[in-house]
């Protein structure tokens, strides 16, 4: 175990009120590319802002194209030995609350109930009415495209249908952001994995923390803008630092 580990591994036994903040970067080991990695998927696609979503149907058509996608690698993903190691955490009750700006349901799939993981973006593996909110499975949907590129509207109310994401340019959902918000208002120890930490207001959590008393770790390959108020920051694999530190395999 290296100096870094011991020193994680060390807060996190002082700790007995974390909160464990997710981005793309816990997922990668499992086979989902991220986003701003140099060969993360905003390296080779702009983003679809949700107003030219509403707007276009060639917008919609495009982010079903690009769903149907990345899909195929969300769909075979199974929690890798980062995902196992913060259930771990959930599970001894160290950890109450898991805020991930994921979208693939990992931590559900790890063991983690529902009710101790807040997803602030949403969730990619259903689609919902943007009028109703009646929810949508992706299958039938994927099957009507890629047989004439029909796109998805409410079998209910005639409204637009989405993945259950929020989009750039789309509101935050109010719930999740209040749940992150207490979470990181009363935990001791805030521990950020695989984050690049520029998309906000997701990465204002790690600053509130941190100023308001908790330690706060960052786990990540890539230096971030909140490594210099960080207590520690890895620049390492998630999986191996996180699965050292808390004896997971
Ligand atoms: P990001 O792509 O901006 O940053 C990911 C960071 O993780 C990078 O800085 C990278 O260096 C680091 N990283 C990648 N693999 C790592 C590993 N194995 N160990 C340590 N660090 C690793 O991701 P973000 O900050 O979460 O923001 C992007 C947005 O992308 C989020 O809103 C999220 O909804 C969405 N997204 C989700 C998924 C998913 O659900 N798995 C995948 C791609 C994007």
Sequence with gaps: MDEY????????????RMTIFTGAGISTESGIPDFRSPNGIWSKLQPIQFQ????????????????IIIDKDMQKALPNRGH?????????GK???VITQNIDGLHQDSGIPDQNVVELHGNGT????????????????????????????CRH????????????????????????????????????LGSS????????????????????????????DQDRIADLVVHQEIGQVLGDATGVD
């Design 197 to 224: 930490l520029v998309v906000f207001p997701a990465a204002a959590f790690p600053q509130i923390a941190k100023q308001n008393g908790a330690k706060l770790v960052i786990v990540n390959r890539e230096a971030t």
């Design 84 to 92: 196992r190691a913060v259930a771990h955490l959930v599970d001894s």
């Design 52 to 67: 030219d979503f509403i707007d276009s149907a060639e917008m919609r058509a495009e982010a079903w194209r690009r769903k």
């Design 95 to 97: 950890c109450q609350t």
């Design 157 to 192: 109310c005639g409204g637009i249908v989405k993945t259950a994401t929020v989009s750039f340019g789309q509101a935050m959902p109010e719930e999740a952001m209040r749940l992150s918000e207490r979470s990181t208002l009363s935990c001791d120890l805030f521990i950020v």
């Design 126 to 153: 259903y689609a919902s009415c943007l009028q109703c909110s009646l929810r949508h499975e992706l299958e039938p949907i994927f099957e009507a495209f890629n047989r004439d590129n029909t796109l998805p509207v």
């Design 5 to 16: 580990t011991e020193k994680l591994r060390n807060l996190i036994q002082l700790s007995d």
